[in-house]
């Protein structure tokens, strides 16, 4: 008792001279365990700010410009360059420790799907559990789910040795052509920021730091580090960087990522705006600001903009954050004292906030077997039924000659590229897919939808086609009861894709259908694709890049075991001619060429543009049919002084449990908005046959505001709103008006 009241007595000691000197140990600190005497920052009834404050005051120069500077955790035999011994090998990141102050290495891994490991030669692929896309996430609508994947592979990170998780990917899908949407959270800032924030505050669970990315406007791959993004403040405010506020109050990421691309001028890495203004002095940010993989360019200018650490030296041109160039900006005067502590208070305040320092991370056992439940049922959720017409689907237990044609259905099931690919349990069932080298090659996962279905159907009443022949493949259907069709499209980093399902698959489609009427496709993608198609089949199944246990959860819809629950985060377009960029821009550009990106739109990313222009989507934002019915009534708004309240009742009217996914969106009633319409809540509410739910959301303020870029504020206009319960972006189901005062929301933290 006696040692705690102490520890009281200091800390309230420290709170009222923390900001000015850190006191000496004290004669009655003393009494304190020798650790807490020699360490104070040790004292774990310390806040964060406090305890680096005082292990920066013990740091010498020479360890504050380590902790500062990030190799890359992998060989790149080409460059010569191999990792620092205590690198993980296969690794994404390394960042050295300091023994002598109990400062542990930051070890890092990709990223949002799961431990990833990098192409290099020299070590054997880490199998590790994969979640489905973040994509697929996104489109379970279910934030619990997305908390509890993130916890799972942020457990997979600390037993592998790994105490940063370079995830939280969520540039918002403006390019539904961009190779990385899989990786993201959809189009909306409201989903995106809770389903992403979510996935953040599951890996933080464990004790480690997780980032959120790619700070901001990495909308598409081409040009990536080069293009110039160019948008208005207002409407990124209101778009892209709300999602990172939303995602950053849910979450608290101990790091955030800024992105390879400009941003209206500077590198996003050395913008003043993004990393100084908006993150530090806005969002009152207090974690650290790692780079990107060669999104370095500078070493006094990035630094003073806000770029606390450099990540994965070998990638840039320069150690820009080295000792000698960061050593000479310090001598020079173009690098203040000041701001290197900072860069380092930051960094101590990740690593104390999230428990990383007091943790430290030991290789420990996996339970593979419960985390393939975990993926599986955020796969199983996130699958969207787009169409089913006839209700073809659920299929019986007692459905026979089923012909399962295409997508490697009998090996696996298909992942994305680049560095968040996760080598699933089992190594990769189809090897030597794709380009051999980075983003390559295409990884699939050992779960093979075949296998699952004929588990089901009876190994005799299955048959498989590859797909590669179309004349077979008919005939094959032409002579089944029903064919479960898999389409394709792996996309992955650096690259961006058209909306055309590649390999001739669209032919294979039509084909089959001509042959048997009874088809279901089932698109494995990483975003949109279009669909000429479309009215030649009766069931289209979206499914994403499903994970590790992905067969069986597509099997698990398909027999209608559980709920169709998914949801599309992303509209699907008619045509290219629909997006605000038909053309994808630099495509017509030399390697390197910079080239400008220009967002006109706006905040009126994905359904809030084809709202604005009148365009009618393939599949709409929020769009996914169930197994069974919903009636959507009570719509209720009420305007309080903590802002605006709206209520609904969901009622399952069908025979079978299911899953409703009500949304409510806002907008003027005269126009004023980058839109008609905003989604403002909504809830994932299980439903047993004849059960009624209340569906309660009170709208953040922001998502009733426009954004005053002088005032640096959020300004709520007064006047009438219309309110409205949605199954989609183009579902309304009923609305009412509602009358809100003006107010005003001050954009940065703490102020009024
Ligand atoms: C990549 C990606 C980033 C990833 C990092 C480390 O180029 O842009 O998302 O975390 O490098 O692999």
């Known amino acids: 008792m006696q040692t705690r009241k102490m520890r009281l007595l200091l800390s309230c000691l420290l709170l009222t001279t923390a900001a000015m000197t850190v006191p000496a140990a004290t004669s009655s600190a003393a009494t304190m365990n020798s650790q807490t005497n020699a360490q104070p920052w040790g004292d774990r009834q310390l806040s964060p700010d406090q305890r680096a404050e005082l292990l920066l005051r013990a740091m010498t120069v020479e360890e504050k410009k380590l902790l500062v500077f990030g190799y890359f955790g992998s060989p ?32 890092l891994t990709d990223a949002g799907v799961g431990v990833a490991t990098q192409r290099d030669s020299l070590a054997p692929y880490r199998e590790r559990t994969s979640l489905p896309a973040g994509i697929a996430t996104a489109a379970t609508w279910n934030p619990a789910l997305a908390e509890k994947g993130g916890a799972m592979i942020g457990k997979e990170a600390r037993a592998s040795g790994f105490n ?35 996935q953040i505050k599951g890996i933080q669970s464990n004790n480690i730091i997780s980032t959120i990315k790619h ?69 009152g940010y207090k974690g650290y600001v790692m780079s990107d993989w060669g999104a370095v360019h500078s070493t006094a200018p990035a630094a003073n903009a806000g770029l606390d650490q450099q990540s994965g030296y070998i990638f840039d041109k320069k150690q820009f954050f080295g000792a000698e160039l960061l050593g000479a900006a ?30 430290p991370v030991e290789i420990a056992p996996i339970d593979m077997g419960a985390h393939a439940i975990i993926t599986q049922a955020d796969a199983e959720e996130g699958i969207v039924l787009l169409k089913n017409e006839g209700n073809l689907l659920p299929l019986a237990a ?119 009427k009874n088809v279901v496709v089932v698109l494995q993608t990483g975003g949109p694709v279009l669909m000429p198609w479309l009215d030649q089949v009766p069931a289209v199944l979206e499914a994403w890049y499903p994970g590790t246990r992905g067969g069986e959860a597509i099997a698990r819809v398909l ?46 990313v ?70 008609p319409k905003r989604l403002a809540g909504f809830q994932k509410l299980a439903l047993a046959p004849g059960e ?5 959301v009170t709208v953040d303020p922001r998502l009733l505001a426009t954004y005053d870029v002088a005032g640096r504020a959020w300004n709520i206009a007064a006047g009438d709103y219309q309110v409205h319960l949605a199954r989609s972006a183009t579902d309304i189901v009923s609305s009412v008006p509602v009358t809100l005062a003006a107010s005003r929301l001050s954009a940065v933290k703490g102020q009024q």
């Open 606 to 675: 994905g359904y809030k543009w084809f709202d604005r222009e009148g365009h009618k989507p393939l599949f709409p934002f929020g769009h996914g049919l169930s197994y069974t019915t919903f009636e959507y009534g009570d719509l209720k708004a009420s305007a309080t002084p903590d802002g605006l309240r709206i209520s609904a009742r969901v009622t399952n009217t069908g025979s079978r449990h299911g899953q409703a996914v009500p949304q409510l969106y806002v907008g003027p009633a005269a126009s004023g908005w980058e839109a």
């Open 330 to 359: 310090l001598k020079d005067g173009s690098i203040p004292m000041e701001r290197l502590d900072d860069m380092n208070r930051r960094i101590l305040h990740a690593l104390f906030a999230t428990g990383a320092m007091d943790n």
């Open 559 to 604: 027999y209608g075991e559980i709920d169709a629950s998914g949801r599309l985060p992303v509209t699907f377009p008619q045509s290219l001619d629909q997006l605000p960029r038909p053309v994808l821009d630099g495509t017509d550009k030399k390697q390197d060429e910079p080239f400008d990106v220009t967002y006109q739109e706006g905040a009126a």
């Open 76 to 107: 790149m035999k080409d460059k010569g360059y191999f990792p620092p011994e205590e690198a993980r090998m296969g690794s994404a990141g390394y960042v050295p420790g300091i023994a002598r102050l109990g400062i542990p290495p930051q070890w």
């Open 398 to 516: 007692s459905a026979k000659r089923i012909a399962v044609i295409g997508g490697y259905a009998d090996k696996g099931v298909l992942s994305g590229g680049g560095s968040s690919t996760v080598f699933g349990p089992g190594g990769n069932p189809v090897p030597g897919l794709g380009p051999q080298h980075f983003p390559g090659p295409v990884v699939f996962h050992a779960s093979a939808p075949l296998n699952a279905i004929a588990k089901r159907a009876g190994k005799d009443q299955v048959r498989f086609d590859p797909g590669t022949d179309p004349a077979a493949a008919a005939a094959l259907a032409a002579e089944s009861d029903l064919v479960i069709l898999f389409a394709n499209q792996w996309t992955g980093e650096a690259m961006d894709f058209s909306l055309t399902l590649p390999d001739g698959q669209e032919g294979l489609i039509q084909a089959v259908a001509k042959a048997n």
């Open 164 to 198: 940063v998780m370079l995830a939280g990917g969520i540039n918002l899908v403006r390019e539904p052509r961009n190779g990385r949407n899989f990786e993201y959270g959809g189009e909306d800032p409201l989903l995106a920021g809770i389903m992403v924030g979510a």
């Open 692 to 696: 009624s739910k209340q569906v309660e």
């Open 215 to 283: 700070f901001a406007l990495n909308a598409q791959e081409t040009g990536r580090f080069v293009l110039n993004a160019k948008i208005d403040e207002a409407g990124a405010r209101m778009s892209d960087l709300l999602a990172f506020e939303i995602a950053m109050e849910k979450g608290e990421p101990a790091s955030v990522m800024c992105a390879y691309n400009r941003y209206n001028g500077p590198y996003a890495c050395e913008s003043d705006f993004l990393l100084n203004r908006v993150l530090k002095q806005d969002w």
